[in-house]
């Protein structure tokens, strides 16, 4: 990019502080920055409180345990403790697909809560909980266990969440396991995801260690961790590895089952997707188990290629010969896909706003189709999910660090992206504006976008959204 791309963006920066009061706008500019190639660091500061009375668009702990991490386990049932406000909201509101039958071996898009009142407030709710999860246990008997995630009265009132999971997993014989993960806590929903893989490590995975005596091994065993299956992009990375001739022999945790959750510590390598919302398990069981892990990264041909190669390099020589073997496979499809769509996208700019790992993985995908991503940041990350993202990032490039309403939308109206990829709260608002919009949470009930046949759906819904003729026949009001 050039001098007067960087001046621009350090301009619109200034601008979006000036509205600010002055301890306001010394809180926001650390958050803000343009990044300068060569340099290991994006230089915002993250993982830390949003300012009270900015629309931030962060989700909380409870949105990060049940809505991100363990609501995909598809045979357990998921337990809101609290009013029902919370758990109607977080109740399949990601799209992440399953295989079943609903109500009876899988319960991921049913709704289960406490339905906390007034009195269970003033009196507490673990009689509740007891009785609760007796009822489903009667009603729903092929569960294979239950989990506890607790809203944020639950903390408020002191409810033993633990005392009573651990009693009634004795009495029912599966787990029951408890999930502090009330929305006050920490600074957004990557503490959820935190609270979340600790109760895998403490309630599942280590006490199944001795369990499974019958497995047989492989030596080419790998779990899948951090994939959510929103729209099927699981079961898109799990094609190609399975041509590869790896063995996925789980899932955490779409599409997955707490057999499989148990089944973790047997993997020979862990295959990280979202890395920041299972880093901590993955890096406990490279601790205990000695399992190593690979981010890998499944975008768009050329990271396809790139993370297939690298995964069949910590394997044999089979591997490697049948990870290029896969390659050819699907390489006239990626080359349909790119003479199609790259002259209608060339040179599109693209800003992004995404929790997890998007802002950074999909960069690859739309400089595929030889579209620019000028603007990229995150609601949630931490100082390290920066680091990786210098490695895809061109210098001049805008980065911002939970951007509030307020700034997102001044630093689309100054760098006039082509295209913007965020969240459905933004959604509607950019599309008002006059902005293509792809919301790139879930897909916009689209996808799968990642794997190999993915590259086609993403080319094609991108294109369809900056291409559409209704662009040309509306124009915002301002």
Request: with cysteine; charged share 25%; net charge neutral.
């Given at each position: 990019m050039?001098?007067?791309?960087k001046?621009?963006?350090?301009?619109?920066?200034?601008e979006?502080?000036?509205?600010?009061?002055?301890?306001?706008?010394?809180r926001r500019?650390?958050?803000?920055?343009?990044y300068?190639?060569?340099?290991?660091?994006?230089?915002?500061?993250?993982?830390i409180?949003?300012l009270?009375?900015?629309?931030?668009?962060?989700?909380c702990?409870?949105?990060?345990?049940?809505g991100?991490?363990?609501?995909?386990?598809?045979?357990m049932?998921?337990?809101?403790?609290g009013p029902?406000?919370?758990?109607?909201?977080?109740?399949g509101?990601?799209?992440?697909y399953?295989?079943?039958t609903?109500?009876?071996?899988t319960f991921?898009?049913m709704h289960?809560?406490?339905d906390?009142q007034e009195?269970?407030?003033v009196?507490?709710?673990?009689?509740?909980l007891?009785?609760?999860?007796?009822?489903l246990?009667?009603l729903?008997?092929l569960?294979?266990?239950?989990?506890?995630?607790?809203e944020?009265p639950?903390?408020?009132?002191g409810?033993d969440?633990e005392?009573?999971s651990?009693?009634?997993?004795?009495?029912?014989?599966?787990?029951?396991?408890?999930?502090?993960?009330e929305?006050f806590?920490?600074?957004s929903?990557?503490?959820?995801?935190?609270i979340?893989?600790?109760?895998?490590r403490d309630?599942v995975?280590?006490?199944?260690?001795g369990?499974?005596?019958?497995f047989?091994s492989?030596p080419y065993d790998?779990?899948?961790?951090?994939?959510y299956?929103i729209?099927?992009d699981?079961w898109g990375?799990r094609?190609?590895?399975e041509?590869?001739g790896?063995?996925?022999i789980?899932?955490?945790?779409g599409?997955?089952?707490l057999?499989?959750f148990?089944l973790?510590?047997?993997?020979?390598?862990?295959?990280?997707?979202?890395?920041?919302?299972?880093?901590?398990i993955?890096r406990h069981m490279?601790?205990?188990?000695?399992?190593?892990?690979y981010?890998f990264n499944?975008?768009g041909?050329?990271?396809i290629?790139?993370s297939?190669?690298?995964?069949?390099?910590?394997?044999?020589e089979?591997?490697?010969?049948?990870?290029?073997?896969a390659?050819?496979k699907?390489?006239?499809?990626?080359?349909?896909?790119?003479?199609k769509?790259r002259?209608r996208?060339?040179?599109?700019?693209v800003?992004?706003?995404?929790?997890g790992?998007?802002p950074r993985h999909?960069?690859?995908?739309?400089?595929?189709?030889?579209?620019?991503v000028?603007?990229?940041?995150?609601?949630?990350?931490?100082?390290?999910d920066?680091?990786?993202?210098?490695h895809?990032?061109?210098?001049s490039?805008?980065?911002?660090?939970?951007v509030t309403?307020?700034e997102?939308?001044?630093f689309?109206?100054?760098?006039?992206?082509?295209?913007v990829g965020?969240?459905v709260?933004?959604?509607y608002?950019?599309?008002?504006?006059g902005?293509p919009f792809?919301?790139?949470h879930?897909?916009d009930?689209?996808g799968?976008?990642?794997?190999?046949?993915?590259?086609?759906?993403?080319?094609?819904d991108?294109?369809?959204?900056v291409?559409s003729?209704v662009?040309?026949?509306t124009k915002?009001?301002w």
């Open positions: 050039s001098t007067d791309v001046t621009r963006n350090k301009e619109a920066i200034e979006v502080l000036a509205a600010y009061p002055e301890k306001s706008a010394k500019t650390k958050h803000l920055n343009v300068e190639s060569g340099n290991t660091e994006c230089n915002v500061k993250s993982n409180k949003s009270p009375g900015v629309m931030t668009i962060r989700g702990a409870y949105a990060g345990s049940y991100v991490v363990w609501s995909p386990v598809k045979d049932i998921h337990l809101s403790h029902v406000g919370c758990g109607h909201y977080a109740r509101g990601r799209r992440s399953y295989v079943g609903t109500g009876v071996d991921t898009t289960f809560t406490s906390f009195k269970d407030i009196f507490g709710g673990d009689k509740k007891d009785k609760l999860i007796d009822e246990e009667t729903f008997p569960s294979k266990g239950i989990t506890v995630q607790s944020c639950i903390g408020l009132i409810d969440i005392a009573v651990k009693k009634k997993a004795a009495q029912i014989g599966k787990p029951v396991v408890p999930n502090r993960c929305g806590r920490g600074v929903q990557s503490l959820g995801h935190h979340a893989n600790d109760t895998i309630w995975l280590d006490p199944a260690a369990k499974h005596q019958d047989e492989t790998v779990t899948l961790l951090g994939d299956n729209g099927g699981a990375s094609i190609i590895l041509e590869m790896l063995r996925v789980a899932q955490w945790s599409d997955g089952t057999k499989e148990e973790g510590s047997k993997a020979k390598l862990n295959l990280l997707h979202c890395y920041r919302s299972v880093n901590y993955t490279e601790e205990k188990y000695g399992i190593p892990f981010e499944f975008f041909p050329t990271k290629k790139e297939v190669r690298e995964i069949a390099a910590l394997f044999d089979s591997i490697q010969e049948k990870a290029e073997k390659i050819a699907y390489q006239p499809q990626w080359d349909a896909v790119i003479e769509y002259p996208l060339e040179g599109k700019k800003m992004l706003y995404v929790g790992l998007r999909t960069i690859g995908a739309f400089e595929d189709l030889g579209m620019e000028i603007g990229t940041g995150y609601e949630f990350a931490h100082n390290d920066y680091q990786r993202t210098t895809e990032v061109k210098d490039t805008l980065i911002y660090d939970d309403g307020f997102f939308e001044k689309v109206e100054k760098l006039k992206p082509d295209l965020s969240g709260k933004e959604k608002i950019f599309q008002k504006m902005y792809r919301q790139m879930s897909w009930y689209s799968p976008y990642h794997g190999p046949d993915g590259f086609a759906i993403f080319a094609r991108m294109d369809m959204a291409n003729p662009w040309k026949m915002a009001p």
